[in-house]
T-cell receptor
Framework: SQTIHQWPATLVQPVGSPLSLECTVEGTSNPNLYWYRQAAGRGLQLLFYSIGIDQISSEVPQNLSASRPQDRQFILSSKKLLLSDSGFYLC??????????FGQGTRLTVV | AQSVTQLGSHVSVSEGALVLLRCNYSSSVPPYLFWYVQYPNQGLQLLLKYTTGATLVKGINGFEAEFKKSETSFHLTKPSAHMSDAAEYFCAVSDLDTDKLIFGTGTRLQVFP
């Protein structure tokens, strides 16, 4: 069966520090991969999606970047975090048309 | 462009009462529609989805939703609320080509004893 792993679960980082959040999927090949963010009091917003290795689309202008060095690995990064980067980040995958599967999320607090 | 509107950021019901969470969508093509539930500090769990076929969709935990094309709605209902239903609920529409999800802003459901 397919599983998705996302880590860390929580993270507190100072302003200006770098960020790396990792997501891996098991049990499937060539999935579509997604990073969503849920800011306090707001809904979920798609940040990046990827249809294959090194194929990344950015949905909104922001301080973050994404990479997909392997088929089932999706990394969310920042060189210098801003306070506004705080939020709940969710990784998801899909290759069954019409359904996405979500990781457990990372709570990022930038202080 | 597709969009989703969830009316009511907070809904409160008594245990055993009817749950109704509203969702309206905008889409220029036949949509795929979803309801997800999120418990505190957890990821999203699919409750139910509509793709094609029967417009009344039954999901997990006793929830169901009806796709009404004429009203561009996909409201979520449950006949009798349980304390464990307290969570945040998101309605979403899917981009048919990429499976990208466009979410509503969510509705927080509170259930009182």
């Amino acid at each position: 069966s397919q599983t998705i792993h996302q880590w860390p679960a929580t993270l507190v980082q100072p302003v200006g520090s770098p960020l790396s959040l990792e997501c891996t999927v098991e049990g499937t090949s060539n999935p579509n991969l997604y990073w969503y963010r849920q800011a306090a009091g707001r809904g979920l917003q798609l940040l990046f999606y990827s249809i294959g290795i090194d194929q990344i689309s950015s949905e909104v202008p922001q301080n973050l970047s994404a990479s997909r060095p392997q088929d089932r690995q999706f990394i969310l990064s920042s060189k210098k975090l801003l306070l506004s980067d705080s939020g709940f980040y969710l990784c998801a995958w899909s290759n069954d048309r019409g359904r996405s599967f979500f990781g457990q999320g990372t709570r990022l607090t930038v202080v | 462009a597709q969009s989703v509107t969830q009316l009511g950021s907070h809904v409160s019901v008594s245990e055993g009462a009817l749950v109704l969470l509203r969702c309206n969508y905008s889409s220029s093509v036949p949509p795929y529609l979803f309801w997800y539930v999120q418990y505190p500090n957890q990821g999203l769990q699919l409750l139910l989805k509509y793709t094609t076929g029967a417009t009344l969709v039954k999901g997990i935990n006793g929830f169901e939703a009806e796709f009404k094309k004429s009203e561009t709605s996909f409201h979520l209902t449950k006949p009798s609320a349980h304390m464990s239903d307290a969570a945040e609920y998101f309605c979403a529409v899917s981009d048919l080509d990429t499976d990208k999800l466009i979410f509503g802003t969510g509705t927080r459901l509170q259930v009182f004893p």
